[in-house]
């Protein structure tokens, strides 16, 4: 039941654009840097999404 209700709540962010990372406890507490860098990495990855994007509006709009 709390899979299917965590699905469906991570379904309905990601109708509003919302990332979602899910972290287990033991890996915060145990191998934070590693977190850090997914958390770093997906930003990133998100940031150069969106200049893309943002380059494609520019390219239709000439």
Same mark, same amino acid.
């Given at each position: ?11 309905? &962010? @990601? ?10 406890? @033991? ?12 958390? &770093? !990495?997906? &930003? ?8 893309? !994007?943002?380059? &494609? ?6």
């Amino acid at each position: 039941m709390a899979k299917e209700y965590d699905q469906n709540r991570t379904a309905e &962010l @990601e109708s509003f654009g919302i990332s979602i990372l899910r972290f287990k406890n @033991e890996e915060v507490l145990n191998n934070l840097s590693k977190v850090k860098s997914e958390i &770093l !990495n997906k &930003l990133a990855q998100l940031q150069r999404e969106r200049a893309e !994007n943002s380059s &494609l509006i520019n390219d239709k709009s000439m």
